[in-house]
């Protein structure tokens, strides 16, 4: 334990690393399982948590040296968001996509028949039958839905956000939205304390085991090769720890690598079903770990090679207008309120620097450019495809895209931040 | 029933302790009262928690670090119209040794926007102490425990080597010693690999 503000150089290569019981830990639990971590010169201790709270705590008073966070964590702890941390930065991309959103059977059944030509299409067009259905309950005075994510500064808060509000309902007026730890969220679904919920994997996928919902988006439908989780470490940490940094960003990536063959993925499943892991069984990892999911619906299976991306097609690669659709959205709904310069955030946090010069030598193919457009077809030789149903990013006018949103929350003040982002 | 709050403003504040550990819970709201803290009040599940806080509307709310709801606690840092007063955490990032000795001894508090801190201090350090008093009670309780477990290994081992062998409780329990330094290893551990060859080997 850090007695001391001053940053620990690690000498002994002893690595604490906290991940939350998900589908994407993988990457760190495969590193230290299969030796990567060894190979590299190093040693993962890991360690469980059962909240982004205390990896978030672990990591700023130096219980953890490096953590599995949510994308947007990073971002949220240098600004000071939520609570004042150290710096964190996010030297590397642990996995992409991975998320879905789930309703409970009743919801389905009421989504259907508000629009069952909506219930025939995508992910995306399933939010104008739950727009329907909100519409319908305002209507005749009944309560509003409930809907539920895990976390403020996730990436599944601003999926299901965005979601919504592609099919013209406010998440913070017509509906509520709370926060269900994961393990509680199919209880609460039969319980009808929530209606449907935004979550990682496996947690979709046990509510669909269990009878209770259905999978009606997948992440890789909204937004496919979307950011989802990240390596957190402090930045004061990283300045400090340079040599071990990049070995720890080879071994996770050569995990990853490790996790994208799709005949190590049984494997895989096999040791995160452990109780030191995700403690859920085989069968449901190999859902999301294998593109065969149950959506909950005989006729309707989901097959989804993208369901959860852990290397291939840059996945590793923390793009920086990542970070900027980030802070987009966190300027969107009012969490960041403070003006300050977009770029420079996005810079400062999401490191391809550290990256590159990581993976350099290992022959890993890593873009040139630190940015890319959303949305946009032949932007980049990677594969594009629709972003949000059609909607467009382009990370170079971050204000002029918030500008287009159709929703935002009434203290989003996006003039404000137009003095630091000319 | 609420009395002036000059000379104990203590009494006023109330607190909420979320905590699946019923001891532990006991041991705290034991120690809140001594204090002089009356309005305790505590929660055992994280069912349905926004709207119990809601409901109870602490000024304080205590919770374990193993205890998955802490997410729920911090999306109330977020303005939400379920939740009528935004909470924050207790500790900011000037408090450092303060965070880490609540992250040390497992538990991290809130308080509702606009409490003064000062007010809350006594109330984090005794959470904090009692916490860890609990801990080490544990521990004290598991080194029982073993210590028990050693013993009865021992004795059923000595019985073994004393009817097997025909030697006296002192011989046999030299024996068990002797063997124990040759393998570097506890007497108990001695013990437990004899019980088991011998249960093997017996029929």
């Known amino acids: 334990m850090a007695e001391d503000t001053t940053e620990r150089r690690v000498v002994d290569r002893e690595v604490h690393a906290g991940f939350i019981p998900l589908v994407d830990c993988a990457p760190l639990v495969i590193a230290s399982e299969l030796g990567f971590d060894r190979q590299f010169g190093f040693t993962f201790h890991l360690h469980r948590e059962v909240s982004w709270a205390n990896i978030r705590d672990k990591l700023d008073v130096g219980v953890l040296d490096c953590a599995h966070m949510l994308a947007p964590m990073p971002i949220a702890a240098t600004l000071g968001l939520g609570r004042a941390t150290e710096p964190v930065i996010a030297p590397m991309s642990l996995s992409l996509n991975g998320n879905a959103i789930t309703v409970s059977r009743a919801l389905y059944t009421e989504m259907c028949a508000r629009d069952v030509a909506a219930m025939g299409g995508d992910g995306m067009a399933a939010a104008r039958a739950v727009a329907a259905v909100v519409r319908s309950r305002a209507g005749s005075g009944q309560e509003p839905l409930t809907l539920g994510m895990v976390y403020p500064f996730s990436c599944h808060n601003y999926d299901l956000r965005y979601w919504l509000a592609s099919a013209g309902v406010d998440p913070d007026n017509d509906v509520n939205l709370v926060v269900i730890p994961p393990p509680l969220l199919s209880e609460s679904l039969k319980a009808g304390r929530v209606d449907g919920f935004c979550v990682g994997q496996p947690w979709n996928s046990v509510s669909v085991a269990e009878g209770r919902g259905v999978i009606v988006a997948t992440k890789n439908e909204l937004w496919p090769m979307s950011p989802e989780k990240v390596l957190g470490v402090r930045e004061a940490w990283a300045d400090a720890n340079g040599e071990l940094l990049a070995d720890i960003v080879r071994a996770l990536t050569f995990a990853c690598r490790w996790l994208d063959v799709p005949a190590n993925r049984v494997a895989a499943a096999a040791i995160l079903s452990r109780r030191e892991y995700v403690n859920v069984s085989e069968d449901i990892l190999l859902r999301p770990l294998t593109g065969r999911l149950d959506s909950g619906l005989a006729e309707r299976p989901i097959v989804d090679e993208d369901a959860v991306v852990f290397h291939r097609d840059g996945a590793n690669f923390p793009w920086r207008s990542h970070a900027v659709w980030i802070i987009t959205q966190m300027i969107r709904w009012g969490q960041a309120r403070e003006p300050f310069d977009i770029m420079a955030l996005a810079e400062r946090v999401y490191r391809p620097d550290i990256y590159r010069a990581a993976v350099d030598a290992l022959g890993v193919t890593v873009p040139e450019s630190d940015f890319k457009d959303e949305g946009k077809v032949a932007s980049t030789s990677l594969p594009q495809a629709s972003f949000f149903g059609g909607d467009e990013f382009d990370p170079a006018h971050a204000l002029g895209y918030l500008k287009g949103v159709p929703i935002r929350a009434v203290t989003a003040d996006i003039e404000a931040f137009a003095e630091y982002n000319p | ?203």
Do not use: C, W
């Open chain 2, 1 to 203: 029933m609420p009395k002036s709050n000059s000379d104990n403003p203590g009494e006023l504040l109330k607190i909420l302790v979320i905590d699946e550990r019923p001891i532990r819970r006991a041991i705290l709201e034991e120690g809140l009262r001594e204090a002089g803290f009356k309005n305790v009040m505590s929660l055992d599940t994280a069912a349905a928690l926004v709207q119990q806080i809601y409901t109870l509307d602490p000024d304080v709310v205590l919770i374990d670090l193993e205890n998955p709801s802490r997410d729920v606690l911090e999306q109330m840092f977020q303005v939400s119209r379920a939740v009528r007063r935004p909470i924050a955490m207790f500790v900011d990032h000037s408090d450092k040794a303060t965070i880490e000795a609540a992250i040390d001894a497992g538990v991290s508090a809130y308080i509702v926007d606009g409490l003064k801190k000062e007010r809350v201090r006594p109330i984090l350090d005794m959470t904090i102490s009692r916490f860890r008093a609990f801990d080490r009670m544990r521990t004290e309780l598991e080194e029982a425990k073993t210590a028990l477990k050693d013993r009865k290994l021992v004795e059923k081992a000595k019985g073994i080597l004393m009817k097997s062998r025909g030697l006296d409780e002192a011989a046999a329990y030299a024996l068990l010693r002797k063997a124990a330094m040759a393998q570097g290893k506890r007497i108990a551990d001695v013990a437990e690999g004899l019980i088991t060859t011998f249960d093997l080997l017996k029929d």
